[in-house]
T-cell receptor, first 111, second 116 residues
Framework: SQKIEQNSEALNIQEGKTATLTCNYT??????LQWYRQDPGRGPVFLLL?????KEKRKERLKVTFDTTLKQSLFHITASQPADSATYLC??????????FGGGTRVLVKP | EAGVAQSPRYKIIEKRQSVAFWCNPI?????LYWYQQILGQGPKLLIQ????????DSQLPKDRFSAERLKGVDSTLKIQPAKLEDSAVYLC??????????????FGQGTRLTVV
């Protein structure tokens, strides 16, 4: 069966350090992978997208890698700030334009 | 640009009652999604429309849930009768359809449903 797995344990990190989140998937051949941020009581907000033929994508302090051999994406927040505290969701878009989410990883950045 | 609008924001009903949620997507967005998000979990896709046709409803509990998208714009999601396990946030999202470009989904704030 198809699965998208993210670390369900919260990630506690000191301000200024790099947070690294993992998204693993099985039985998918995604055209591309997306990362979203979700704050309590709000809907997810799109952050970054990476295509299957791209290895790495950057946006300000965010970096995403995509390894289709390992079936894994890594999401990095460099120089983390307390305002980065939120839940981060990965999502895959495969055939049929269907957008499927992982369970999310909560990040808490401590000052 | 106006975002995805959802109403109501909150709803409390008793089990076995019915409830309906409304979504107005971003203008021009052909794809509309309904997701169910249980506390502490990621969003689970219930149904996906492209214009007013259903693309995927494989995870929609069709014995109690129904959804429609009239004229390819607004959409309603209905639950009848509700069960305790339906307590969740119901998120609506929309996106453009571009065959050659990847597009992101824009989400509404969601409707928090509590079934007692």
């Amino acid at each position: 069966s198809q699965k998208i797995e993210q670390n369900s344990e919260a990630l506690n990190i000191q301000e200024g350090k790099t947070a690294t989140l993992t998204c693993n998937y099985t039985n998918y051949s995604p055209a591309y992978l997306q990362w979203y941020r979700q704050d309590p009581g709000r809907g997810p907000v799109f952050l970054l997208l990476i295509r299957e033929n791209e290895k790495e994508k950057r946006k300000e302090r965010l970096k995403v890698t995509f390894d289709t051999t390992l079936k894994q994406s890594l999401f990095h927040i460099t120089a983390s700030q307390p305002a980065d505290s939120a839940t981060y969701l990965c999502a895959l878009k495969a055939a049929g334009n269907k957008l499927t989410f992982g369970g999310g990883t909560r990040v808490l950045v401590k000052p | 640009e106006a975002g995805v609008a959802q109403s109501p924001r909150y709803k409390i009903i008793e089990k076995r009652q019915s409830v309906a949620f409304w979504c107005n997507p971003i203008s021009g967005h052909a794809t509309l999604y309904w997701y169910q998000q249980i506390l502490g979990q990621g969003p689970k896709l219930l149904i996906q429309f492209q214009n007013n046709g259903v693309v995927d409803d494989s995870q929609l509990p069709k014995d109690r849930f129904s959804a429609e998208r009239l004229k390819g714009v607004d959409s309603t999601l209905k639950i009848q009768p509700a069960k305790l396990e339906d307590s969740a946030v119901y998120l609506c999202a929309s996106s453009l359809v571009k065959t050659s470009f990847a597009t992101e989904a824009f989400f509404g704030q969601g409707t928090r449903l509590t079934v007692v």
